[in-house]
């Protein structure tokens, strides 16, 4: 078997076979085939796309490409949840111990952030002492005791997602259908919880920008995980707008506290409610509006916060700050950007504003720059709101005081503005449900 000809077949529109996709994974997670062989296949791909047997046998390949996390020790059952990536999305920091709390087991392994969207590992390295590096060992003594652990990909789970990845990233192949179903598919397949739901993020500040992509890229995960044997639901999310009020790592883990406190931001909260039932509906068999009642108990009665608490307290972070949130350091700089004219806000290009928190130091452009965690964005005003030129919108946090000029510039041309109030956007567009429901 030649790369050549697997290139030239997609190239032409053909379908790969199973073993001609294999061969492609295999070879490229050993090194024996090339970056720009493995460039021009994925170029192809984006362009010709994939079926649905070719996106399955993709996500098989790149899941069996190194270890599979076998989770059979974990007494009860076993869940997990995937963002395809937002601004603003703390919401796994909420979800996790809302289910834990409800008696579902989290073993999660999570990513970092990258580009202009955020990444749950630094959100929880944002809290102070707080380890996720843990012996596979340990991990799973902790959701065997606790119900919930959240530490960061191994080493070895999925090489070639990792290698492809960074290959996409660098070649413009991100946005493709096929790409970001096998991608996502393949942690989860590897990452071994029995149940997975998905958050599939359509919008400005999304990969997927436009709504029947996202069903598309919804319907593919979903067929994917199902097939293998995995129950899976998604839910399509709006990303036009980012989520909630704060963007930043230490930031988010308070707006994060504020909702397990049964406090914060109505979107972020009504969006975590509807993950978390999917999430313990489909572990317990139950109707998704006794789960959402349950859910929102667990909140209530504050024992999703103390699970948090035990999460953090069991991973060596300092469980002191969650009750005084004034603890967290603060950024040297706090600035306010005023609304340069008066009139509403009608549309925020949310990866813009991702963008400008990149900028104050939240964020990466490359995989290995360090980050500010405390560096970020509170927005005061979003979409729909009325503004007073001169009134704050936001606030800028950072050390880089040299960067506040660029970041306000990046915020404000992120903003556009109308005279009459705009129609307010669905906050959830749609359920996707697995074929077992
Ligand atoms: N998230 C992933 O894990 N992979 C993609 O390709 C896109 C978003």
Same mark, same amino acid.
């Not at 500040?205 to 199902?226: C, N, S, Y």
């Given at each position: 078997?030649?790369?050549?000809?697997?290139?030239?077949?997609?190239?032409?529109?053909?379908?790969?076979? @199973?073993?001609?996709?294999?061969?492609?994974?295999?070879?490229? @997670?050993?090194?024996?085939?090339?970056?720009?062989?493995?460039?021009?296949?994925?170029?192809?791909?984006?362009?010709? #796309?994939?079926?649905?047997?070719?996106? +399955?046998?993709?996500?098989?390949?790149?899941?069996?490409?190194?270890?599979?996390?076998?989770?059979?020790?974990?007494?009860?059952? +076993?869940?997990?949840?995937?963002?395809?990536?937002?601004?603003?999305?703390?919401? @796994?920091?909420?979800?996790?111990?809302?289910?834990?709390?409800?008696?579902?087991?989290?073993?999660?392994?999570?990513?970092?952030?990258?580009?202009?969207?955020?990444?749950?590992?630094?959100?929880?390295?944002?809290?102070?002492?707080?380890?996720?590096?843990?012996?596979?060992?340990?991990?799973?003594?902790?959701?065997?005791?606790?119900?919930?652990?959240?530490?960061?990909? *191994?080493?070895?789970?999925?090489?070639?997602?990792?290698?492809?990845?960074?290959?996409?990233?660098?070649?413009?192949?991100?946005?493709?259908?096929?790409?970001?179903?096998?991608?996502?598919?393949?942690? %989860?397949?590897?990452?071994?919880?029995?149940?997975?739901?998905?958050?599939?993020?359509?919008?400005?500040?999304?990969?997927?920008?436009?709504?029947?992509?996202?069903?598309?890229?919804?319907?593919?995960?979903?067929?994917?995980?199902?097939?293998?044997?995995?129950?899976?639901?998604?839910?399509? +999310?709006?990303?036009?707008?980012?989520?909630?009020?704060?963007?930043?790592? +230490?930031?988010?883990?308070?707006?994060?506290?504020?909702?397990?406190?049964?406090?914060?931001?109505?979107?972020?909260?009504?969006?975590?409610?509807?993950?978390?039932?999917?999430?313990?509906?489909?572990?317990? #068999?139950?109707?998704?509006?006794?789960?959402?009642?349950?859910?929102?108990?667990?909140?209530?009665?504050? %024992?999703?916060?103390?699970?948090?608490?035990?999460?953090?307290?069991?991973?060596?972070?300092?469980?002191?700050?969650?009750?005084?949130?004034?603890?967290?350091?603060? *950024?040297?700089?706090?600035?306010?950007?005023?609304?340069?004219?008066?009139?509403?806000?009608?549309?925020?290009?949310?990866?813009?504003?991702?963008?400008?928190?990149?900028?104050?130091?939240?964020?990466?452009?490359?995989?290995?720059?360090?980050?500010?965690?405390?560096?970020?964005?509170?927005?005061?005003?979003?979409?729909?709101?009325?503004?007073?030129?001169?009134?704050?919108?936001?606030?800028?946090?950072?050390?880089?005081?040299?960067?506040?000029?660029?970041?306000?510039?990046?915020?404000?041309?992120?903003?556009?503005?109308?005279?009459?109030?705009?129609?307010?956007?669905?906050?959830?567009?749609?359920?996707?449900?697995?074929?077992?429901?």
């Amino acid at each position: 078997m030649r790369m050549y000809d697997i290139i030239k077949k997609k190239r032409d529109g053909e379908e790969l076979n @199973t073993a001609e996709i294999d061969f492609f994974i295999k070879g490229y @997670t050993d090194g024996s085939i090339p970056d720009y062989q493995a460039s021009a296949l994925i170029m192809a791909i984006f362009f010709s #796309g994939m079926t649905a047997r070719e996106t +399955t046998d993709l996500t098989l390949a790149m899941a069996r490409s190194g270890e599979m996390m076998d989770l059979s020790l974990i007494d009860g059952e +076993t869940v997990d949840k995937h963002s395809t990536g937002g601004v603003g999305d703390k919401t @796994t920091l909420i979800v996790a111990p809302i289910v834990a709390a409800l008696g579902c087991k989290v073993a999660k392994m999570s990513g970092r952030g990258l580009g202009h969207t955020g990444g749950t590992v630094d959100k929880l390295e944002s809290i102070p002492g707080f380890k996720v590096e843990l012996s596979p060992e340990r991990f799973l003594k902790q959701v065997n005791e606790i119900g919930i652990c959240v530490i960061g990909q *191994s080493g070895n789970l999925t090489p070639a997602d990792k290698k492809l990845y960074a290959l996409r990233d660098v070649t413009a192949c991100i946005e493709s259908i096929p790409l970001i179903a096998s991608s996502v598919m393949s942690k %989860k397949l590897a990452g071994g919880s029995q149940h997975i739901v998905l958050d599939v993020k359509c919008g400005s500040g999304a990969f997927i920008k436009d709504l029947e992509d996202a069903k598309e890229l919804a319907v593919a995960m979903v067929k994917i995980g199902d097939m293998a044997g995995r129950k899976t639901n998604a839910v399509i +999310t709006n990303m036009d707008i980012p989520l909630g009020y704060y963007i930043g790592n +230490t930031l988010e883990v308070i707006e994060a506290i504020e909702i397990l406190k049964g406090e914060g931001c109505k979107d972020l909260k009504e969006l975590c409610f509807v993950l978390a039932s999917l999430m313990y509906s489909s572990c317990k #068999g139950i109707d998704l509006n006794s789960a959402r009642k349950e859910v929102e108990e667990v909140v209530l009665t504050g %024992k999703a916060l103390l699970k948090f608490k035990e999460m953090v307290k069991a991973q060596g972070g300092d469980v002191s700050v969650i009750d005084d949130v004034s603890k967290f350091e603060e *950024s040297l700089h706090r600035y306010e950007i005023k609304a340069p004219r008066d009139g509403y806000i009608s549309r925020m290009n949310a990866e813009q504003i991702g963008i400008a928190s990149v900028v104050l130091g939240a964020g990466r452009e490359k995989k290995d720059d360090p980050i500010d965690y405390k560096a970020g964005i509170v927005l005061v005003k979003k979409t729909g709101d009325y503004v007073n030129k001169g009134e704050p919108i936001a606030i800028l946090f950072t050390d880089l005081k040299d960067k506040i000029a660029e970041a306000e510039k990046l915020y404000i041309n992120a903003l556009k503005f109308s005279a009459s109030k705009p129609k307010k956007q669905s906050l959830i567009y749609k359920i996707v449900r697995s074929i077992s429901e």
